[in-house]
């Protein structure tokens, strides 16, 4: 059974950080786990991924701010949110990623983790 539970989001001022964290079960929990977010305006996108490997990937909006990292003993992801900007608001989602395709690779998602950027 594929199970994502997000948490950690919250209400943050600009320049703050934040940590996401992603308990996935063990059918959910795949070589490239990344997170991915969403806003009423915008089509969810794929913020990082990390593989099994520990090889990473960010999209040019969040590189050198995110950091992803992984605990394959707990089938834990994780997303270190630093220098937070009002944009970086949305529904930060955990999932499997099909890398060159940017989406799960089923048709599941968790109820993901709110993250609000506002003075």
């Known amino acids: 059974q594929v199970q994502v539970v997000e948490s950690g989001g919250g209400l943050v001022q600009p320049g703050g950080s934040l940590t996401l964290s992603c308990a996935a079960s063990?059918?959910?929990?795949?070589?490239?786990m990344g997170w991915y977010r969403q806003t009423p305006r915008k089509r969810r996108e794929l913020v990082a991924f990390i593989t099994d490997s520990g090889r990473t990937f960010y999209a040019a909006s969040v590189k050198g701010r995110f950091t992803i990292s992984r605990d394959n003993a707990k089938n834990t992801v994780y997303l270190q949110m630093n220098i937070l900007k009002p944009e970086d608001t949305a529904v930060y989602y955990c999932?499997?990623?099909?890398?060159?395709?940017?989406?799960?690779?089923?048709?599941?998602w968790g109820q993901g983790t709110q993250v609000t950027v506002s003075s």
């Open positions: 063990g059918s959910a929990f795949i070589d490239a």
């Open positions: 999932n499997g990623v099909l890398e060159g395709l940017d989406v799960p690779p089923w048709d599941y």
